[in-house]
């Protein structure tokens, strides 16, 4: 069955949709994670997107964590792979290929808040912006009471591994290659690196038993 308008790759470029996706921006499932995004952006006096009310919330089971917000974010206000860009189209077809509940999921950032100034072009963060995230790793995790395994997307977001296991040595971990398409479209082997690596993060959610329900 064909994705409906609303769950489509770049489907956040339509303005009826946007329209309609922040209208369930007060889900309870997202509560804690709007506020916490809200004291990060306070405290770092930069933006900081809302969670897809469509993925999991407070009830994911998987955390998969990017770099940071990119410019465009400004457009749409979530982080979500329904957002009109290559990266987030790349994340939809892979996910959606990995058999991941949207019910399972919570996209997240390495870094946050939004690094670019308003008309800059993107970049990656500086070591002193990913050390200043780090404080913002364990409220994450408190959000999230039925966490079963992170994927680290990208050499920043990699870079989590170690504080992250010193938070919770019990979470499995999967690294995967970032998946936007400049990288993506270096070789064949980013793709297929991405794939394996969803894939183990699924096979590991069915091991614990299933429970990604709806949301919203």
Not at 6 to 16: E, I, N, R, V
Not at 73 to 100: K, Q, W, Y
Not at 122 to 135: I, Q, V
Not at 192 to 205: D, K, N, S, V, Y
């Amino acid at each position: 069955m064909p994705d409906s308008p609303a769950t489509a790759p770049k489907s956040l470029a339509d303005p009826a949709v946007l329209a309609a996706r922040r209208t369930r921006t007060d889900a309870p499932h997202l509560a804690p994670l709007r506020d916490l995004a809200r004291r990060i952006a306070a405290e770092r006096e930069a933006p900081v997107p809302d969670p897809d009310p469509l993925d999991g919330g407070v009830n994911a089971r998987l955390l998969l964590l990017l770099e940071t917000p990119g410019p465009t974010i400004r457009g749409t206000g979530f982080v979500s792979r329904d957002n009109p860009t290559g990266t987030a189209a790349n994340l939809f077809r892979f996910l959606a290929e990995a058999g991941l509940a949207r019910g399972d999921t919570l996209i997240w950032n390495a870094v946050p808040w939004v690094i670019h100034a308003p008309g800059a072009r993107n970049r990656a963060p500086r070591r002193s912006e990913t050390a200043a995230a780090l404080p913002y790793l364990e409220p994450l995790l408190a959000c999230l009471p039925r966490l079963r395994i992170v994927v680290l997307a990208g050499r920043v977001a990699g870079g989590v591994a170690s504080p992250l296991g010193a938070l919770r040595a019990d979470l499995p971990v999967v690294t995967i290659p970032h998946p936007s398409p400049t990288y993506v479209c270096t070789s064949p082997d980013v793709a297929r690196r991405i794939r394996a690596g969803l894939r183990e993060a699924a096979a590991r959610l069915d091991q614990t038993g299933t429970g990604g329900g709806a949301v919203g």
